[in-house]
């Protein structure tokens, strides 16, 4: 079962909310990294509303958040154009192709003519300062946003706003260097008059304990006096860090060349894609009547938690019920052996593992539910047989 604590989400909001406040911008959430709707009611008048990658998350950010709707995506087609224009806010686009193909459009709808709809493009300052070429969209060639080069010379008519998006966990100082980057390439862009928006994107790890928000607070402020602009900040990851986990039961263990293997009702590849594919190891903690003092972000009522750690005597090798070979988790030390039954709690686990999750070899979908601030359990939707073949077909 998936777990997301209200407490935990809104500790999260309120500092964003402090952020934008003190910056003088506006913050909405990325859906892509969350957007398990039913939790949005309680930290919704935090932020400004979300920012969607498409059709649909924007038609979620329209009916569930019902505020200011941001869309971008790679490419549109003509039909997903057309019902955007209906309701988002502002529309970005990634390629002067693109724009160039929807403007005619979108400049005779009534809402962009009454100035109700705002569009943009996304542009590529080719300056990364990530460390994974994965998560870099400035890497020679990238198909995310335009450079300035492709730029020069090109019929802007229309468009109001600039987007980049660069970060990926990353601090404010990637910021500043991103934001010289910016000024070189397109401050003249940015202050003329044409130009009233500027979307900094996401990747901002904002809620962190470290991240330095004073320095987003004087950067923000800075662009908006420079340019005469209104910043928008887009986070999905600094919403959800630390708010929810997955729980998982043990369903097997044995031994195999002298490793100790555990099979869990969760899969990896099927539930925690990211675990493969960023890669990262989760941090798990295994409920017992011993605790090791460090605490998951959801505590149910009457369990303790003792984490597992990198070497010890009960050494497992965590795996899923499915068919793929490397359908597995890690391995993870424990402080006793781990018996049928026994329940494991993966930390962190609400934002891009929820919206990521699949039903390969129809293991069974794990329910989802919230942690009231009282500490009770709502469970929001169990999965059925039904839930499975009716996506198929
Ligand atoms: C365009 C855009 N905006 C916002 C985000 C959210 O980023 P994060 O969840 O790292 O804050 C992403 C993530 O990939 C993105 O591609």
Known sequence: MFIVSIAALKKNTAILREVKE???CHLVLALKGFSCWKAFPYFRDDLDGCCASGLWEAQLA???????????????????VEKLCEFTDHLDFNSLTQWFRFREMVMAHPRFKSGELLCGLRVNPECSTGETALYDPCVAGSRLGITAEQLAGADLTGLSGLHFHTLCEQNSDDLEK??????????????????????????????????DRQRLVRLVREAQEKYGVEVWLE????????????????????ESAGHRLAILSISATGHMPDVMEMPYRPDVF?????????????????????????????????????????????????????????ILVFDDMA?????????????????????HEDGKIEVLREFSYADFRDRLS
Not at 70 to 80: E, R
Not at 307 to 320: I, K, N, Q, V
């Open 22 to 24: 003190a910056a003088g």
């Open 62 to 80: 329209r009916d569930y958040f019902q505020k200011h709707v941001i869309t971008y995506s790679p490419a549109y087609d003509g039909a997903d």
């Open 178 to 211: 991103t934001l010289l980057a910016v000024e070189e390439k397109f401050g003249h862009l940015l202050r003329s008059s044409q130009f009233t928006y500027l979307n900094m994107g996401g990747g901002h790890w904002i809620t962190k304990p470290f991240y």
């Open 235 to 254: 986070p999905g990851e600094a919403v959800a860090i630390h708010t929810g986990v997955l729980r998982a039961e043990v369903m097997d263990v044995f």
């Open 286 to 342: 295994l409920v017992d009547s011993a605790h090791s003092g460090e605490r998951p972000a959801v505590m149910l009522e009457g369990e303790n938690y003792h984490r597992a750690g990198e070497r010890g005597e009960w050494t497992y090798r965590l795996g899923g019920p499915t068919c793929l070979a490397g359908d597995v988790v890690g391995d993870f030390s424990f402080h006793r052996e781990l018996k049928i039954g026994d």
């Open 351 to 371: 934002h891009y593992t929820m919206v990521k999750t699949t039903t390969f070899n129809g293991v069974k979908h794990p329910a989802i539910a919230l942690q």
